[in-house]
């Protein structure tokens, strides 16, 4: 009766006393992702396990969505049907990276996944409390877009997204010289990709659109346009 009561305070206890500690197990992973369906997902992830003096030279990482393995540091490792060759961990497990990729994203992918690390010569973590959710959606954003007028017109056309290893491809209905230009988030997970056209306007480039068309990894598109004015031109004394 006695031992039954103190039973669980002791466990909390304990589970509280591993936690924070630089010793000790930590793991980096943003908990909610919006992904496009179709698209790709490089999710970021860093973990520290407690210190030892024991010689290391195993390690294995799996990435987990409650009993089903999604990913694992074992590109040979069977994964169920839903996940074969979808996912990929392509980080040092050595140096604490435990990011993966996940490709062709369905509306079904919401996990929450977790993180597992097994140093067999050392100790065994899944990390359930530091979980990834993702929100798939179906339809991108139209992309933000800007014109400035000058001797020559630039406009640019951005939008984010999380997959930085296939990213957006722009084309534009203008010729002109293009330039794409994607920017290491702050977040470390959400990308922003610009393309920038510059040309040197005729007459007949004003006041029509300008339309930058982009294609997402997963081959969705979205689109959205500017119209470069002739008065800021004007302005500039150019084309009087
Ligand atoms: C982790 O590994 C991935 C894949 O190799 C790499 O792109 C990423 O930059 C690494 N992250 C860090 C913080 O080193």
Redesign the pocket.
């Known amino acids: 009766m006695e031992l039954k009561l103190w039973l669980p305070i002791l466990i909390v206890f304990g589970m509280a006393e591993s936690l924070g500690t630089s010793k000790d197990w930590s793991i980096k992973v943003p908990s909610k992702i919006p992904v496009l369906q179709g698209s790709c997902v490089?999710i970021?992830?860093?973990y520290k396990y407690p210190k030892t003096k024991k010689i290391l030279n195993r390690w294995r990482g799996f990435w987990k969505r409650g009993n089903t393995l999604v990913a694992s540091s074992f590109p040979s490792l069977k994964l169920t049907d839903e996940f074969h060759k979808r996912t990929r961990m392509?980080?040092?497990l050595q140096?604490g990276?435990c990011?993966w990729q996940l490709f062709g994203v369905r509306t079904t992918d919401t996990g929450p996944f977790h993180f597992r690390i097994e140093l067999p010569q050392h100790k065994s973590n899944s990390f359930l409390k530091n979980m990834v959710t993702l929100n798939v959606f179906r339809v991108p954003a139209p992309p933000i877009m800007t014109v400035a007028v000058q001797d020559k017109v630039t406009a640019t056309c951005t939008v984010t997204h999380v997959c930085?290893?296939s990213p957006p491809k722009f084309s534009w209905n203008h010729y002109g010289k293009r330039e794409t230009k994607s920017k290491k988030p702050a977040n470390?997970w959400l990308w922003k990709t610009t393309s920038t056209l510059t040309f040197t306007p005729e007459e007949s480039d004003f006041n029509k659109p300008i339309i930058c068309t982009v294609t997402f990894f997963g081959r969705k598109t979205t689109k959205g346009s500017v119209i470069p004015s002739r008065r800021r031109v004007t302005k500039y004394g150019v084309n009087i």
Do not use: A, E, I
């Open positions: 490089d970021p992830c860093r392509s980080g040092y140096s990276n990011s930085p290893s470390k």
